[in-house]
Structures are given as C-alpha cells and as structure tokens.
C-alpha cells in the first residue's frame, strides 16, 4: 500500500432530505451559506456559537434569533447531533461515554473523560480522548478498534460533538472546562484528515469550546503524507506518534501500516515536521510484557527520541481479551526506564486510566457483533 491510498473515505449523507445540515459545513461555509440567506455576518456567529459552544441540535433552541428566521432556517437547514447514548464510570474517576451518530446505521464510537486529581482532590487536568472514525482500517494487533475494521469517518461536526458534550458534563461536575483534548479514540486521526484538521478549528475557536491549540494532541500511527501537511497547517496543536515498537521487524509484527510506511520513512517525516513547526513531539510506547521491553528496544528508542526534541510516553498496557501482548511487569518497566534516563531522554510513564471499564489505551471497541468493517488486515 502506498500512502497516496490513505486520503479521507468520504463521509456519507446523514440526512435523507434536501436541507443543508449546517454540522457538515466548515465555519467559512457557514458564514457564506448564511450571507447568502442574505444575512449579515453576526448570524453566522450566534448559529456557530449555539452549535458547537451550547451543542444545540434544533434552532427553536437558538433564542437570539428572531422566530421569523428559525423558520427560515427550518426551511432550508438541518442540524445532526452525534449524542450521548450511554456512559459507564470507573473507579478512578474515568468516565467513558457512547455517542450514537446521527446516522441511519446506528454508528456509534467512544469518547473518555479523564480526571486528574491533586491529592487534596480538587481536579487538577481534564482530559478528553476523542474518536475520529468509526472503527479503524490499520489492523495494529494490540488495539480493539482494529480489531473491528473501518466503517466510515466521523464529521468534524462529530468529533466537535464529544468535546461540548463532555466540556458541559465537565463544567457541571468539577466546575471547570476541560483543560486538554488527545485524538487517541478510536480510529487513525491522520486518515480523516480535513474533519480532524476542522474540528481542531471549531474547538479552539472563541465561540466553540475556546481550548488553547497548545493543549490539544494530534495522534498517528505514523502517515508520513499527513504528518507533512499537518506542518504546514499552522494548526498549533501537538503531534503524537504511536510509535510502540522501535525496530522495523517489531513494528511490522504489531503494526501493518510499518510495512509500508517504515521507521526511515518516519524519520524523515517527523523531521520535517519539527523544521517546519519547530514543535517537540511526543512518542508514545505501548510497553508489552518480554515483546518489546528489552534494554535493546530501549536503545533503540533513544535513539528514534533523538530524531528531533521529543518526550516519550512509555505507557503500561491493558490487557485486551484475545491478544496475546501482555502488560509489562513492573520489574522490566524500571529496568527499561532506567536506560532511558541514562541517556537522557525525556520520559513518563502513563498507567493507562479506566481499566475496569475498558477505556485504557487499545481497549476502546463496540462489541455489539457487529461484522468486520474494512481493513488492512486480511481475515
Ligand atoms: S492503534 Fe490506532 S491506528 Fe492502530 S488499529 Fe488502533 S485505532 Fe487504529
């Protein structure tokens, strides 16, 4: 496969009349989409506002509007909603949220709150895990979402739609907004490109959910195509790299995408990154229990965090039924540590959060039986 193959699937009409649903419409389209209602560009700015800060799904909802235009805008608009639909919380304050999509095949993709707390108990961070797409076609062996395949890309309008959803829960529960969102849901973030490139926009914006870009993480399994265009994007969010083995062969065992796109490959993407963006990135490592958790791999490791200014997550895995990677023992994570700080990398461990409910890193999946969507992974 080569990564010109990997540009965005298209995302399917949600809606079965002729109305324009505003959630597909960049902010620039809804602005000329308005003005060419003939309304002065203010309206453009109480619709997006009520869109994506109040997470309105009707425009009787939007009172700073005349009832003469909601009717209007009835008319000729619509407004899909990507909703709650249920939610689990786990013992360490993790809490993990379905949302059903606005789509006749009843899709539905997670979403994770993730609280950190100061030892007094007064929350500290916020963090939000987003999904990007339903599913996702990269096949790493590790990870529940590959393991359903791909069915389709999220609208910018949905990923936007978890984020409200989740500030507001956030804002009534802890009194405060989310502090930082990662892109590391379900689904390969890079391989829906424009709609995640959009939301960023519509939630960094000052009448969305007014998040600093600094705080928001873009992850990837390493698309070296979309990696060199996010540079140029000027987006100010941060780039991850699920990097999780730091060799060719063992990259290629757990994740397909290497076989194509290799670690050479990588590198010189991530360094034109950096030359373009002088932004640090961050890797982030999957430790697997006797798999890639060997004083070599960390070798290699340091070596790969010195491409350019990097910061390493070395994260402890949840086991996922079915998978034969275990979570390391922590005897071999202090070991694996230990070389890591020897050479000076910059590394943390992340002890992944919601475990008891399956929201950790790699465990997130519907496991409604559905069938298997596309994937790089022949079954
Ligand atoms: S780790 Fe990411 S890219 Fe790999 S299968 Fe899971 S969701 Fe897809």
């Not at 599913?135 to 069915?151: E, K, L, N, V």
């Amino acid at each position: 496969m080569n990564n010109s193959n990997l540009s965005d699937p298209e995302i399917p009409a949600t809606t079965t009349d002729e109305k324009r649903d505003l959630k597909q419409l960049s902010r620039s389209e809804l602005s000329d989409f308005l003005a060419e209602m003939g309304l002065p560009r203010y309206r453009a700015d109480q619709v997006f506002q009520w869109l994506y800060q109040k997470g309105a799904d009707s425009f009787a909802q939007m009172t700073n509007l005349s009832k003469e235009l909601r009717k209007r805008l009835e008319e000729v608009a619509c407004i899909t909603r990507a909703k709650e639909f249920s939610r689990q919380e786990a013992a360490d304050g993790t809490i993990k949220f379905l949302f059903r999509l606005d789509d006749p095949r009843d899709y539905k993709v997670e979403a994770v709150l993730i609280p950190d707390f100061y030892e007094d108990g007064v929350v500290k961070r916020i963090t939000v895990c987003v999904s990007s797409q339903v599913g996702c076609m990269f096949g790493c062996s590790f990870c529940a979402t590959g393991r359903m395949g791909f069915f389709r890309n999220l609208s910018h309008g949905e990923i936007a739609d978890q984020v409200q959803a989740i500030n507001e829960l956030s804002e009534e529960r802890f009194g405060k907004k989310i502090t930082n969102i990662v892109y590391m849901g379900m689904g390969e973030p890079l391989h829906n490109y424009h709609a995640v490139v959009e939301s960023v926009r519509i939630i960094t914006d000052p009448l969305g959910v007014d998040l600093s870009p600094r705080r928001i993480t873009i992850s990837t399994v390493g698309l070296t195509k979309q990696i060199r265009q996010l540079a140029r994007e000027g987006l100010g969010a941060n780039l991850a790299i699920s990097l999780h083995a730091a060799d060719d062969q063992k990259r290629n065992e757990i994740m397909p995408i290497n076989e194509s796109l290799n670690l050479k490959e990588l590198e010189e993407a991530v360094r034109e990154y950096h030359r373009i963006t002088k932004s640090a990135v961050t890797y982030e490592y999957l430790l697997f229990d006797r798999f890639n958790d060997h004083a070599e791999d960390a070798l290699n490791l340091v070596k790969i965090a010195r491409w350019v200014p990097s910061k390493v997550n070395i994260i402890m895995y949840n086991n996922v039924a079915g998978v034969s990677l275990k979570r390391v023992r922590e005897e071999r994570l202090n070991e694996f540590m230990k070389v890591l700080i020897r050479h000076k990398v910059t590394a943390t461990v992340r002890r992944s959060r919601g475990d008891d409910i399956d929201a950790g890193c790699g465990q997130l999946a519907i496991r409604e039986g559905q069938p298997r969507g596309k994937s790089l992974v022949k079954t």
